[in-house]
């Protein structure tokens, strides 16, 4: 627990991320000192349990209502919008995943907060970055206007710290599987989509090539991720806002094999749509070295143990 987090705000607490952050930080630090804040999904029943406000991240007063009702002294910003729904308005996604950020940091500069954390994505590599075990710095030129974004954040981050000395962070995240809350239009959606449709229509085709491998991450080992740094000591972190997470990277047929094996009628096909080609722009794999080095990043879950815990999840929820 980091003394220095005593009422925390989370920024979108209703999409994939958010709805399983926000319930980990009330168990942790108290159910009245974690504000959600949701937009466009209606929060579900256990988010209304404590302090829950509507609030758009693109309007700077109301941002700055709520840090000002809760006294708020640390903000997880998660409002973004994905990769494959950024294609389909780029401008939007720029509105949001940049001006909205900018905001913030605003805010976080005149109220003193003491901490803001932001994901930042496997979306900021493009073609030129090795496939396995893509560097902690290497080349930034991706290939999606998501991408493009989460860059901007990532530098945008780095350079509030080291010119005022806010203490912004940020994690690369891979894709995200959850078994709580639908993935909201990214390129990994289908390692989610994939145990959904096998259990409910015993058939999946999937959006990208059979050999098609991305960095995944199972929802808890993300949690973990984001409240890991947060309570990461500060005086240990060289990096800050660009920090590579890795946990599994299962090609979409090892994937498809392994929910085969549980769910033994499970037909799939591989059929890739438009969102190969981000699909194709993205390491396979990432070192995360300086996040186990600086702050002990290391993930529980390996492809067999979230496979099992997700069909099972997913069998008592469906």
């Not at 993930?299 to 069909?311: F, R, S």
């Amino acid at each position: 627990m980091a003394e220095d987090m005593q009422r925390i705000l989370v920024i979108g607490a209703t999409g994939q991320i958010g709805s399983e952050l926000v319930p980990a930080l009330r168990e942790k630090y108290g159910v009245d000192s974690v504000v959600g804040t949701y937009l466009t999904q209606k929060p579900s029943n256990d988010l209304n349990r404590g302090p829950l406000e509507e609030v758009n991240v693109m309007n700077r007063k109301a941002m700055e209502n709520v840090i000002k009702k809760y006294d708020i002294d640390s903000v997880f910003n998660l409002a973004a919008i994905l990769s494959a729904k950024g294609e389909e308005n780029p401008e939007e996604a720029f509105r949001v995943n940049v001006l909205g950020f900018f905001n913030l940091l605003q805010l976080g500069l005149e109220y003193q907060l003491n901490r803001i954390i932001i994901p930042s994505s496997i979306g900021v590599f493009g073609p030129e970055v090795p496939d396995e075990n893509a560097p902690n710095e290497t080349v930034l030129r991706p290939t999606s206007m998501y991408g493009v974004t989460k860059v901007t954040d990532e530098l945008l981050g780095n350079y509030y710290f080291n010119k005022f000395g806010l203490d912004v962070r940020g994690l690369r995240l891979p894709g995200i599987v959850s078994s709580k809350t639908l993935p909201g239009g990214g390129t990994t959606d289908y390692a989610v989509e994939a145990f959904y449709k096998a259990l409910e229509v015993g058939h999946y085709d999937f959006f990208v090539r059979e050999d098609t491998a991305l960095p995944l991450m199972y929802m808890p080992d993300c949690v973990k991720s984001l409240i890991d740094l947060a309570e990461a000591d500060l005086s240990n972190l060289e990096h800050h806002c660009d920090f590579n997470v890795s946990s599994l990277s299962p090609t979409a047929g090892e994937l498809a094999r392994k929910i085969e094996k549980h769910v033994p009628n499970f037909t799939y096909e591989f059929k890739p749509d438009e969102r190969q080609e981000i699909a194709d722009s993205w390491p396979n794999s990432m070192d995360d070295t300086p996040a186990r080095e600086e702050w002990g990043w290391q993930p529980d879950y390996g492809l067999d143990e979230m496979v099992e815990d997700m069909i099972e999840k997913l069998r008592q929820k469906l």
